[in-house]
């Protein structure tokens, strides 16, 4: 068996079902819907009243084969609390989670998860602490396809791991077999813990900042790996991340969060280019941006406040204390999604119906 017929396995499985996709209406792989997150609060007065960090509050999205959806935030939004969720690391307080339209039990079975986890595969922010450092690549990467059962003998083990690596171009593939993590630059790790995910011939890639550990020469080196293979592979990808700049180039969708809430999403060019809350505008006006020029801050975003406790937070929209354009009403409830046209989205009052309740509200008060 050669190296080529190893490539063929692990991507012939993933055809069939693509091409079946192919001749209808596409799905979503995964999807999520009224998500939410809430990590109780260790209390160091028995009689004090339970507190829990409110991570992520009805947080819904669809990701879709050959697709890449990001989810752009400020650090401390809730970004890698979802994707643990999708990954099952974390049980979610509410909500329900679909796999090719079937919604998820909460038991966590070992059957259950294991044929889950088969499926939906995540990529940790640091390369170097998710990879084990007593541990060479060769066991890394032989590891999940023992496991999973996709290599029986000690041929077949060799061959595809030699496959892995020359899928996520580390070659020649021979000099990474009996290496060490510490002995592999951020890139080249980044890879391996890329190549790991692939070794269970996922259907759904959960990328936690991918890049953002790496140095700036080589983050584009490996964004541009991710997108040949969610390509090749059919992949649908959820790309976490805070840069904006970095989700227009990379996904077709993006998704807005802010303290847990998510705010706005479309497609990421009318998401960027066409932003219409308030905290979108806010992370574009703060994107370097070598076309800005003398006075160019007179249209920038001003903010007041910082980003809010999640243990009490505000209420309604949780933007408003920070907002330029905050409404009495902005604190009483969080408003509901406004369709935008062409897939564009966003929870504002500023916006359709809600524009009108603000009004009404106002003028009653």
């Not at 802010?258 to 705010?263: E, I, L, N, R, S």
Request: glycine residues 6%; charged residues 20%.
């Amino acid at each position: 068996m050669t190296s080529n017929d190893s490539s063929f396995q692990v991507h012939s499985s993933l055809q069939g079902e693509v091409s079946s996709v192919k001749s209808g209406p596409v799905e979503p792989v995964l999807s999520v819907e009224h998500l939410k997150k809430y990590f109780p609060v260790r209390k160091m007065n028995p009689f004090a009243k339970p507190q829990a960090v409110q991570a992520v509050e009805d947080a819904s999205l669809d990701l879709f084969p050959g697709q890449a959806t990001a989810l752009v935030g400020e650090s401390g939004s809730g970004k890698t609390t979802v994707a643990r969720m999708l990954a099952r690391l974390y049980d979610p307080t509410s909500g329900t989670v679909r796999f090719r339209g079937e919604p998820l039990r909460l038991e966590k079975s070992s059957a259950a998860m294991r044929a889950y986890r088969r499926h939906v595969q995540l990529v940790f922010q640091d390369p170097f602490s998710s990879l084990n450092a007593v541990h060479d690549i060769r066991y890394h990467l032989s590891r999940p396809l023992r496991v999973y059962g996709h290599a029986k003998s000690e041929q077949e083990v060799t061959e595809q791991v030699l496959a892995l690596l020359r899928r996520v171009s580390l070659t020649p593939a021979e000099q990474f077999l009996e290496k060490y993590p510490h002995q592999l630059s951020g890139g080249q790790r980044q890879r391996v813990a890329i190549a790991r995910a692939l070794a269970v011939r996922p259907e759904v890639l959960l990328a936690d900042e991918p890049v953002s550990m790496l140095d700036v020469s080589i983050r584009l080196d490996i964004l541009n790996l991710l997108l040949r293979l969610k390509e090749e592979e059919k992949l649908a990808i959820l790309f976490i991340t805070h840069d904006i700049a970095s989700a227009r180039y990379f996904a077709e969708n993006t998704q807005v969060m802010y303290a847990g809430q998510m705010v706005e999403g479309g497609p990421s060019d009318e998401v960027i280019q066409a932003p219409k809350h308030p905290y979108t505008q806010l992370l574009l006006s703060a994107a370097p941006n070598p076309d800005r020029i003398r006075g160019a801050e007179d249209t920038q975003v001003r903010t007041r406040g910082e980003i809010p406790s999640l243990i009490n937070p505000p209420t309604g929209c949780r933007f408003h204390p920070r907002c330029p354009h905050a409404m009495p009403v902005c604190k009483e409830r969080f408003p509901q999604r406004t369709n935008l046209g062409n897939g564009h989205w966003t929870h504002c009052f500023l916006y359709g119906d809600n524009s009108q309740q603000a009004e009404s509200i106002t003028a009653e008060a």
